[in-house]
T-cell receptor, first 113, second 114 residues
Framework: DQQVKQNSPSLSVQEGRISILNCDYT??????FLWYKKYPAEGPTFLIS?????DKNEDGRFTVFLNKSAKHLSLHIVPSQPGDSAVYFC????????????FGTGTRLTIIP | EADIYQTPRYLVIGTGKKITLECSQTMGHDKMYWYQQDPGMELHLIHY???????EKGDLSSESTVSRIRTEHFPLTLESARPSHTSQYLC?????????????FGPGTRLTVT
């Protein structure tokens, strides 16, 4: 049973526009969420995170929004740049006594120049 | 910049061979993890360690074994490789505490068993 779902396997966005990547989760015990970015032939790199006590976290061009009632989070990239082309993974964790991450299947983002 | 290394990066090996995938980190992190990922799929946790002489199995059952004799080293061993073991194996580490979830990943080992 997949507890973290990224239903869009791919997304194409024009350079300069907003990229919105979505993630849904089913486990209500998850209280910490992360986004990772992965280039081909490299390991994932941490991008941004959010705790369940917040509904928004911003870091430069990247903003993560969390809607706990809908069990949904999204990553916004504004403006999108060609270097943002990568696979983006959503991950979730339960903080109390368990720091293991559960990952989604990823969304391949392609920025069109 | 995180310093976590994996060797080999690519490995093609015949069925029945014993293999060890190496993972080392120079950040002094106590917590280390092994993930397995097939193309287009999520990363599955197969082993983790919270410190020296501590190893636990992850959420995905795996025939591999791990050891943690030194803080910086977390090798994964397959005693007898099979084609079903073909996958990408990713090693990660984290400092723990408030930064526990921000795992740093190595570049991965892509294993092909023929």
């Amino acid at each position: 049973d997949q507890q973290v779902k990224q239903n869009s396997p791919s997304l194409s966005v024009q350079e300069g526009r907003i990229s919105i990547l979505n993630c849904d989760y089913t486990n209500s015990m998850f209280d910490y969420f992360l986004w990772y970015k992965k280039y081909p032939a490299e390991g994932p790199t941490f991008l941004i995170s959010i705790s369940s006590i917040k509904d928004k976290n911003e870091d430069g061009r990247f903003t993560v929004f969390l809607n706990k009632s809908a069990k949904h989070l999204s990553l916004h990239i504004v403006p999108s740049q060609p270097g943002d082309s990568a696979v983006y993974f959503c991950a979730a964790s339960q903080s109390f006594g368990n720091e293991k991450l559960t990952f989604g299947t990823g969304t391949r983002l392609t920025i069109i120049p | 910049e995180a310093d976590i290394y994996q060797t080999p990066r690519y490995l093609v090996i015949g069925t029945g061979k014993k293999i060890t995938l190496e993972c080392s980190q120079t950040m002094g992190h106590d917590k280390m993890y092994w993930y397995q990922q097939d193309p287009g799929m999520e990363l599955h946790l197969i082993h983790y360690s919270y410190g020296v002489n501590s190893t636990e199995k992850g959420d995905l059952s795996s025939e591999s074994t791990v050891s943690r004799i030194r803080t910086e080293h977390f090798p994964l061993t397959l005693e007898s490789a099979r084609p079903s073991h073909t996958s990408q194996y990713l090693c990660a580490s984290t400092l723990g505490g408030q930064a526990a979830y921000e795992q740093y990943f190595g570049p991965g080992t892509r294993l092909t068993v023929t």
